[in-house]
């Protein structure tokens, strides 16, 4: 069954705006009309989204190589992950309901799964850190299927905050970034390299320490490996999607929506009454206890002695 929505009008500004998106497949063959009967819209803009964050993270690879260009990376990764939260958390102009939440993180799941594949490790670790955002992780809704595999995937691949992703960087120095005919094959996450785009040397210490751990011989290859593949990406500078461009979605704004969606409760969800209570008379109690009892003690012995004084 063809479904009736798969990406918002909000993220299809964000996301495919301005990027390339090939023509759809034409249903004229048999072969096409076979393959339409197994694949739909949902998989097509799953596709497109994909490849334009695949554009996109070669894009900030190239726009580092100019003067400056690292400066702006920070800021840049960070409204990646705030603005895909807030599409996560929202459906356009309408009422943002558990199934158009459900539908929203199970998309972006799949873009996660679909990158991670294309090794585009920059848009699937964007997407893991807004799947799991204290806004987004807070919401009791059922997950997919496979959303508990792909979450230990992505933590067995990249690592975690507090060591600075270090199992990805250290993965990443056994990588073949460039295929034979000239282009990249492996983007790493610019989220996990940040720390070495910029060339001050104020918290390398405090990194090494508290966090990769990796040596000055593994820093220095990874820091070269990130200015090869800024420099076979330089033809691509400034065709991000619109997801970078725009300004970070503040923590608080996220948080009220995604109180706002859970504030709204469906019939399903509200509190069963229970049924009306006969009242108990003062010497009465619940059967059970009760029937506990010795026969002529209905009552406990301090109501007893207080109805015997008066």
């Given at each position: 069954?063809?479904?009736?929505?798969?990406?918002?009008?909000?993220?299809?500004?964000?996301?495919?705006?301005?990027?390339?998106?090939?023509?759809?497949?034409?249903?004229?063959?048999?072969?096409?009309?076979?393959?339409?009967?197994?694949h739909?819209?949902?998989?097509?803009?799953?596709?497109?989204?994909?490849?334009?964050?695949?554009?996109?993270?070669?894009?900030?690879?190239?726009?580092?190589w100019?003067?400056g260009?690292?400066?702006?990376?920070?800021?840049?990764?960070?409204?990646?992950?705030?603005?895909?939260?807030?599409?996560?958390l929202?459906?356009?102009?309408?009422?943002?309901?558990?199934?158009?939440?459900?539908?929203?993180?199970?998309?972006?799941?799949?873009?996660?799964?679909?990158?991670?594949?294309?090794?585009?490790?920059?848009?699937?670790?964007?997407?893991?850190?807004?799947?799991t955002?204290?806004?987004?992780?807070?919401l009791?809704?059922?997950?997919?299927?496979?959303?508990?595999?792909?979450?230990?995937?992505?933590?067995?691949?990249?690592?975690?905050?507090?060591?600075?992703?270090?199992?990805?960087?250290?993965?990443?120095?056994?990588?073949?970034?460039?295929?034979?005919?000239?282009?990249v094959?492996?983007?790493?996450?610019l989220?996990a390299?940040?720390?070495?785009l910029?060339n001050?040397?104020?918290?390398?210490?405090?990194?090494?320490?508290m966090?990769?751990?990796?040596?000055?011989?593994?820093?220095?290859?990874i820091?070269?490996?990130?200015e090869?593949?800024?420099?076979?990406c330089?033809?691509?500078?400034?065709a991000?999607?619109?997801?970078?461009?725009?300004?970070?979605?503040?923590?608080?704004?996220?948080?009220?929506?995604?109180c706002?969606?859970?504030?709204?409760?469906?019939?399903?969800?509200?509190?069963?009454?229970?049924?009306?209570?006969?009242?108990?008379?003062?010497?009465?109690?619940?059967?059970?206890?009760?029937?506990?009892?010795?026969?002529?003690?209905?009552?406990?012995v301090?109501?007893?002695?207080?109805?015997?004084?008066?």
């Amino acid at each position: 069954m063809k479904r009736t929505r798969t990406l918002s009008d909000q993220g299809c500004q964000l996301f495919l705006d301005g990027m390339f998106v090939p023509p759809p497949l034409k249903k004229k063959t048999l072969r096409n009309f076979l393959f339409s009967c197994f694949h739909s819209d949902w998989d097509d803009k799953i596709e497109q989204v994909v490849s334009s964050c695949r554009l996109s993270t070669m894009a900030l690879y190239g726009e580092i190589w100019e003067s400056g260009g690292a400066d702006n990376i920070p800021k840049r990764l960070n409204a990646g992950i705030t603005n895909t939260v807030r599409l996560i958390l929202s459906n356009d102009d309408k009422k943002v309901t558990k199934s158009s939440l459900m539908s929203n993180y199970r998309f972006f799941l799949s873009v996660m799964r679909r990158a991670h594949e294309n090794n585009d490790h920059q848009t699937a670790m964007m997407m893991w850190l807004a799947l799991t955002h204290m806004s987004v992780e807070r919401l009791k809704f059922h997950r997919p299927k496979k959303h508990k595999e792909l979450m230990e995937l992505m933590e067995e691949t990249y690592g975690v905050s507090t060591t600075c992703y270090n199992k990805h960087l250290v993965s990443m120095l056994d990588k073949d970034i460039m295929a034979l005919n000239g282009g990249v094959t492996y983007l790493p996450s610019l989220i996990a390299c940040s720390m070495f785009l910029n060339n001050k040397t104020r918290f390398s210490k405090a990194f090494k320490v508290m966090g990769h751990r990796l040596d000055r011989n593994s820093v220095n290859e990874i820091k070269g490996m990130l200015e090869v593949i800024s420099v076979l990406c330089y033809a691509n500078r400034g065709a991000k999607a619109h997801l970078y461009e725009i300004e970070p979605t503040a923590p608080v704004d996220l948080f009220e929506m995604s109180c706002a969606i859970k504030e709204k409760r469906s019939p399903r969800n509200k509190l069963k009454r229970t049924k009306t209570q006969k009242p108990l008379e003062w010497n009465e109690m619940p059967s059970p206890v009760a029937k506990s009892l010795d026969k002529g003690k209905r009552a406990s012995v301090y109501v007893v002695n207080m109805r015997e004084s008066n």
